[in-house]
């Protein structure tokens, strides 16, 4: 177990609850392995609904350590781009999120709300699934039916005036998340502002808002995720503008960060935390053209050989395959 975290759990909770902590770091592993530190330094000890329990009802695991968070990450392209910390199958991830590959899993809205309504929607046991952030952000479904294209509306506010503050998008749906018994969309908000460096020169500034975010097993995939749609925005307002427009701040805000008690219980966080930071800076993560090499393109591969269970369209298989090209000959590296 985790010294840091054996030390905290035998020590009195502060009075004051669940601490925030500030982090404003170069880079993204930087950024990662910092918020590590801040939550095993200062997470409260409290318990969350996955925590497993024995056939008694006792709990396996131990509390998660919680903390609210706010991570500046000053240039989110800065190499090395991926933290060691990547868990998840990146590219899979990126394919979902990004390019809405499996938004034809997602169950008809008012269908969804149907069975909301009557109490038979079952997560768990459900083959369609009932939203995912690519969806929400560019087929967001109101309550007549209609849907909205929240990043094409961000992106016209821009154009049509680079200083606004009002280029801005959520994912919660009330009519349907206040009805889900199990996950909620934990991406909440994302908001775009734009900055002139003096020359001419545009910086897309992207800030997202997050209800939960499990830091050791998705934090450091989310942000790669974010901000690889934070350039292809940038890129797209370059072309409708007219004028170079480049990343700039990367900013996340999260109500609940936490490391889940099973983990704590598992992995030695502090002493790889202290590895990772401990390399040259070179070292402490993978650049994005070896992440491309041994990670992006290698899941991409695997996500189209997937295709039997997940039915893509010809559409998303297109997409998969154009993205795969261009990443090889290094025209958009993640």
Known sequence: MDA????????????????????????????????????????????TQYDRKDAAGDFIDPPSLDVSSAIEILDPYAQPRFPKSSCVEIGKYIAETCWGVKDHRILDQDELKAQLAAGTFDEAKHTYWPYTYHQRLFAYPTAHGNTVNQVEQMLARLVEDPITR?????????????????????????????????????????????????????????????????????????????????????????????????????????????????????????????????MVIPDLEKLLAEDPQWHFPAEAKDKIVKEIDRMRRGEYLP
Not at 11 to 18: E, F, K, L, M
Not at 21 to 32: D, H, K, T
Not at 178 to 189: E, M
Request: a positive charge; one cysteine or more.
């Open 166 to 294: 009002r280029a801005t998008a959520i994912t919660f749906v009330p009519d349907i998340d206040q009805y889900i018994k199990g996950d909620l969309p934990c991406l909440q908000r994302i908001s775009l502002r734009c900055t002139e460096d003096g020359q001419g020169k545009l910086r897309l500034h992207m800030h997202t808002h997050w209800r939960s975010r499990d830091l050791f097993n998705a934090a450091a995939d989310n942000i790669i995720a974010m901000t690889f749609w934070q350039r292809e925005w940038a890129d797209e307002l370059s072309r409708r503008m007219g004028r170079e427009v480049v990343v700039g701040r990367y900013k996340d805000f999260a109500d609940s960060l936490h490391i889940y008690g099973q983990v704590l219980q598992n992995v030695d966080v502090g002493k790889l935390v202290a590895k990772w930071s401990g390399l040259p800076d070179a070292e402490r993560g993978y650049t994005s053209e070896d992440a491309r090499d041994l």
């Open 4 to 47: 840091l975290y054996a030390t905290r759990r035998d020590a009195p909770q502060a009075p004051t609850g669940i601490a925030t902590i500030l982090v404003s770091a170069p880079n993204i592993p930087s950024a990662i392995y910092n918020a590590m530190r801040e939550v095993l330094a200062q997470g409260y000890r409290i318990r």
